[in-house]
Structure formats: C-alpha cells, structure tokens
C-alpha cells in the first residue's frame, strides 16, 4: 500500500492521496486484501396477473335490452316457472351468455349477497324423437336424472319441485337448447310443446324462483372480412349455398314466430309468465368503449388503463367493413387486451 494510511473500524485500513480515499483493505490474518464494495440494487420483478379460467369481462359488453327484459321478467310474483327465450346466432356465445345471467345479472337484479348461489340444470332437449308425442315423459326422465346427479331412478314433477325447494331462497335455472335443425324438423310445435311442459308444472313456493331459459341458436354462415376469391372458394360456395339458404329460410321463420308469440302475450299458456328477449347481435365500437368505462371492467384491469384500451378497440374496426364483432370473434380479442394491458 502506498500514499497516506489510516486504520479505521473493523480492522480495515485505508489509502488515500491528496485528502481522497482511493482503496480499503481489510485485514485477513497476517495481511490486508482489497476490500470489494458489492452495491445491488434490488428491483422486485412484476408479477403478471393471470386470467381466470372462466373469465367473463370480455362477454359483458352491450346486452342491456336483454336484462332490461328479464328484469322485467323477474317482477312477476307468480308460483310458477318464469320463462326466458334467448335468440340468436351461433356466433353470439349462448353458453356464456348464460354464465353472464348466473355470474351477473341475476345476482344484481335478485340482490343476492356474497353467500347465495345461483343453482343452474340442463335439461336436454331429446333429439332422437321424431314424434313429439312423448316429450313429457322424455323431459321428465332427463331433467330426473340431472338433478339426482345421474339416479336413474325417475322422479316425478312433484319429487322433482321438492328437490328445487331446498335451494330456496337461491334462484334455480333450468336451461334447454335449440337449433335450427331441431326447428326444421318439428316446425314451431317445438316451442309450443316445450312451453306446455313447463305450463303444468306443480305449483312453487311462495318467493321461489324458477327460471327457464331456453335457447335458439340459429345456424348462420360466417361473415369473412377480406375474403380472397378462388376457384377454390367458389366452388365451396357454390356448394353450399343452397344449404345456407334453407337455414335462412327457417332462421326468418323463427325470428317471425317468437315476435308473434310475443305479441301475443302467450295467451295458450296463461299459467307462465314468459318474455321473449331482444335477439343477441354483433357488438359495435361504441358498445365496446361503453363496456370499457363499466364498473366491472375498470375493477379488473385498473383505473387510468381505459385510454389504451379505447386506442386498442378502434383498431378493431378501423377496417369499415367491420362496423360490428360477433361476440365469439370480439371476446378473443378482448381477452388478448385485457393481457396486454394488465
């Protein structure tokens, strides 16, 4: 060592010239090694959040006519089955449609607490029947079965009503599902012979809630943006043209059918309270931009995050063809901004 020594606490010694420290050392036993100043910053890194496997936020934009209706629905203090009928495509996502109704709507418009739960059946539609004759029986036997968790003990109606009296005060949801091709084959007796099943259903209890939900999907052709033509691509739509044209056909037919039924008032069943909600459709951007500023979204994602996201949703429909998103395609991409942003 050289220059101006000093032996300062811990047995460490240092060297410094003109007044500045230059080196430390410490003392080892019999002589002074270098001493290594070691400075780490430490930076916790961030932590991803991750989404939620039944992850519902992007499935909430713009169904405000539908809940106005069941809300509407939900009023009627009746012992009987409140009937729901949801309508639309197949690109409209009826499955989470309905988990939105468990998850969301009914727990805001029943003002459920923290605690209660929604109790939710399918009840399958049988397909193999070609006559309708049997429905009852049929729909008896399978919605037995699902509420004695696979029993293949029948129930009756009564013993059923008993097994829905437990969950009381919790709402039940039955829910049924119905295509175009169901349509096609037993025409608009289908609904009738559905809604006939639930008009002699035994009396509910006083404040039970039992709503069925049935849905009508309608098959539909996808809207491709941009498509590029080929030999290839007019073959294939040369092909199946005639077939989408009978689904159009028939989709027109339901969509006039349940208008009139709601017109109506369903005077057959005067046992049922029912509603026909407005039809499920493509979402547009500014339905989009309104579901950013709700409450649930701006929960998940943060305060102060909504500017990005409105900059990431105009480049959605920056193609003019794009005016509105199926629920399917949109919830795909709002998923993948919903991770970019959080």
């Known amino acids: 060592m050289s220059g101006e020594e000093q032996t300062i606490a811990g047995g460490e010694r240092s060297v410094a010239i003109n007044g500045q420290v230059t080196d430390t050392y410490i003392h080892t036993g019999d002589r002074y090694d270098p001493k290594v100043n070691v400075n780490v910053n430490f930076v916790e890194p961030k932590v991803k959040r991750g989404i939620p496997d039944n992850f519902l936020i992007p499935y909430l934009p713009n169904r405000d006519l539908q809940e106005e209706a069941l809300e509407q629905l939900l009023k009627q203090d009746i012992p009987h089955p409140l009937v729901c009928i949801i309508h639309g495509d197949q690109l409209q996502c009826h499955d989470k449609f309905l988990d939105r109704l468990r998850e969301f709507s009914l727990r805001r418009l029943l003002k459920l607490n923290k605690d209660q739960t929604v109790q939710e059946y399918l009840l399958i539609w049988p397909n193999e029947l070609e006559k309708l004759d049997n429905l009852k029986e049929r729909l008896c036997k399978n919605l037995s079965k699902v509420v004695s968790n696979g029993n293949t003990t029948s129930l009756t109606e009564t013993d059923i009503n008993e097994r829905f009296y437990q969950y009381h005060p919790n709402p039940t949801i039955i829910h049924t599902h119905l295509s175009s091709d169901d349509w096609s ?19 509910l209890i006083h404040g039970q809630k039992l709503i069925i939900c049935v849905f ?3 098959k539909k052709k996808r809207r491709k943006v941009n498509q590029k033509f080929s030999l ?3 073959f294939g739509y040369l092909t199946n043209l005639p077939k989408w044209h009978h689904y159009k056909k028939i989709n027109n037919r339901i969509d006039r059918e349940l208008q009139e039924l709601e017109r109506s008032g369903i005077k057959h069943f ?6 026909v909600l407005t039809e499920l459709k493509d979402i547009s951007e500014k339905e ?28 959605l429909f920056e193609n003019p063809a794009k005016q509105t998103i199926p629920m399917e395609d949109l919830a795909i991409h709002l998923t993948e901004i919903i991770k970019e942003i959080i």
């Open 216 to 218: 009508i999907e309608y």
């Open 288 to 315: 989009v931009k309104d579901w950013i500023r709700s409450k649930e979204t701006k929960e998940f994602v943060g305060e102060g995050k909504g500017q990005k996201m409105v900059e990431k949703v105009r480049e």
């Open 270 to 275: 005067n046992r049922l309270s029912c509603t």
């Open 185 to 203: 084959k037993h025409k608009f007796e289908i609904l009738n012979k559905l809604l006939d099943f639930w008009q002699n259903w035994p009396d």
């Open 232 to 234: 290839k691509w007019i």
